[in-house]
T-cell receptor, first 115, second 113 residues
Framework: DAKTTQPNSMESNEEEPVHLPCNHSTISGTDYIHWYRQLPSQGPEYVIH???SNVNNRMASLAIAEDRKSSTLILHRATLRDAAVYYCILRDWEYSGGGADGLTFGKGTHLIIQP | NAGVTQTPKFRILKIGQSMTLQCAQD?????MYWYRQDPGMGLKLIYYSVGAGITDKGEVPNGYNVSRSTTEDFPLRLELAAPSQTSVYFC????????????FGNGTRLTVT
């Protein structure tokens, strides 16, 4: 079963902020929240990750709810180059004789940027 | 800085043929992964490795085999290719399990006819 839930698609205008939501209501205390994006015909690219506190880097900001059951990836000023599929995953390791439940990506959110 | 390198970029196989997808990383990462991505879908984990000599199954391991004889290389073997294995295959590596980014290669697009 998917550990995260994201909208299938979102649309935004160029040069405006974008807030991409992710629900992870069954998150455990040791799960890190990771975000990746995938441009067409490329491999996924790391964006940001965090555990409890909000995080910022040169690409984006990650806002984590106080109960950690949801998070939001914030692109402060979207450009056409930000059009991609964005994946929210929980990095968790459940080593119980095989399988790595926390390493599967769902379908993600297809972000469309209008000029 | 090469990162994760996958070869070949494209390949067409006939049903029943075998092949090895190559993956190499130059970041001295212990953890390596193989994913497949079907059209319009997310990535599914095939196999992973936590270090040289140690591998384990992911979500969709049937029809594939892996080995990890060195830290740098993590080849994926397809035996008796089937049309259901038509997909894009991505290799990734990471420094730690929880708290470091996954670094992905650019993928191998495989078609089985």
């Amino acid at each position: 079963d998917a550990k995260t839930t994201q909208p299938n698609s979102m649309e935004s205008n160029e040069e405006e902020p974008v807030h991409l939501p992710c629900n992870h209501s069954t998150i455990s205390g040791t799960d890190y929240i990771h975000w990746y994006r995938q441009l067409p015909s490329q491999g996924p690219e790391y964006v940001i990750h965090g555990l409890t506190s909000n995080v910022n880097n040169r690409m984006a900001s990650l806002a984590i709810a106080e109960d950690r059951k949801s998070s939001t990836l914030i692109l402060h000023r979207a450009t056409l180059r930000d059009a991609a599929v964005y994946y929210c995953i929980l990095r968790d390791w459940e080593y119980s004789g095989g399988g790595a439940d926390g390493l599967t990506f769902g379908k993600g959110t297809h972000l469309i940027i209008q000029p | 800085n090469a990162g994760v390198t996958q070869t070949p970029k494209f390949r067409i196989l006939k049903i029943g043929q075998s092949m090895t997808l190559q993956c190499a990383q130059d970041m001295n990462h212990n953890y390596m992964y193989w994913y497949r991505q079907d059209p319009g879908m997310g990535l599914k984990l095939i196999y992973y490795s936590v270090g040289a000599g140690i591998t384990d199954k992911g979500e969709v391991p049937n029809g594939y085999n892996v080995s990890r004889s060195t830290t740098e290389d993590f080849p994926l073997r397809l035996e008796l290719a089937a049309p259901s294995q038509t997909s894009v295959y991505f290799c990734a590596s990471s420094l730690t399990l929880y708290n470091s980014p996954l670094h992905f290669g650019n993928g191998t697009r495989l078609t089985v006819t």
